[in-house]
């Protein structure tokens, strides 16, 4: 069972920047893959990006493409996402996840374990 807590959620304004932490109970090596997902009220959960652990490869939704950056460091269990020229659609809540398998997984289902969330909020 790995646990999962996200941190450095918070409100920006439109053009902004936020970096959020995931950090993982075990090693981070010991899961696959680490995803981030985000929901918005009334919408359904959206895969945002995913990094594979053993290889440090990142995948990337079209609308998180150049504006968002995965990155790992495993001496403290910890997987970052760095968010730049933030927009107001990208309010929602944050959710990292992680799976045993190493894969390219968008379907939050295929996700195991689950951190709490933490909030971005963005002002135009």
């Known amino acids: 069972q790995v646990q999962l807590v996200e941190s450095g959620g918070g409100s920006v304004q439109a053009g902004g920047s936020l970096r959020l932490s995931c950090v993982a109970s075990?090693?981070?090596?010991?899961?696959?893959?680490v995803g981030w997902f985000r929901q918005a009220p009334g919408k359904e959960r959206e895969w945002v990006a995913v990094?594979?652990?053993?290889?440090?490869?990142?995948y990337y939704a079209r609308f998180a493409e150049g504006r968002f950056t995965l990155s790992q460091d495993k001496d403290k269990n910890t997987v970052y996402l760095q968010m730049n020229d933030l927009k107001p659609e990208d309010t929602a809540m944050y959710y990292c996840?992680?799976?045993?398998?190493?894969?390219?997984?968008?379907?939050?289902?295929?996700?195991?374990?689950w951190g709490q969330g933490t909030q971005v909020t963005v002002s135009s």
């Open positions: 996840a992680a799976t045993d398998w190493d894969g390219f997984f968008i379907n939050y289902g295929a996700y195991a374990y």
């Open positions: 075990a090693y981070i090596s010991s899961v696959g893959c």
């Open positions: 990094i594979r652990t053993a290889s440090s490869t990142t």
